[in-house]
Nanobody
Framework: VQLQASGGGLVQPGGSLRLSCAAS????????MGWFRQAPEKQRELVAS???????NYADSVKGRFTISRDNAKNTVNLQMDSLKPDDTAVYYC????????????????WGQGTLVTVSS
């Protein structure tokens, strides 16, 4: 299973960016997809996640500014980031918990390669 993320870049404070991630490979179902981020000298933290049925979870720091969405048919997840702040600067990682076979309930966790988001004037 591979996760390919895209959409990072440099944006001014108050601006917007949209991150996208596509999962491919041996996939039966993806119960949860999400985004994490890691700023310099900080631990990786959950930004947002979404289940197959659309239940979402957001970090308090991004509530009201970020929106996560997914397309189950395409195995993709997006993160719309609005009203960006310098504190949002980090490497953002796509994450997915994948069930690889219809004969299994085992979930395996996969990570994308990371995409850098820099919020600066």
């Amino acid at each position: 299973v591979q996760l390919q993320a895209s959409g990072g870049g440099l944006v001014q404070p108050g601006g917007s960016l949209r991150l996208s991630c596509a999962a491919s490979g041996s996939i039966f179902r993806i119960p949860v997809m999400g985004w994490f981020r890691q700023a310099p000298e900080k631990q990786r933290e959950l930004v947002a996640s979404t289940t197959r049925v659309g239940t979402t979870n957001y970090a308090d720091s991004v509530k009201g500014r970020f929106t996560i969405s997914r397309d189950n048919a395409k195995n993709t997840v997006n993160l719309q980031m609005d009203s960006l702040k310098p504190d949002d600067t980090a490497v953002y990682y796509c994450n997915a918990r994948v069930i690889r076979s219809m004969f299994s309930t085992v979930e395996s966790t996969y990570w994308g390669q990371g995409t850098l988001v820099t919020v600066s004037s």
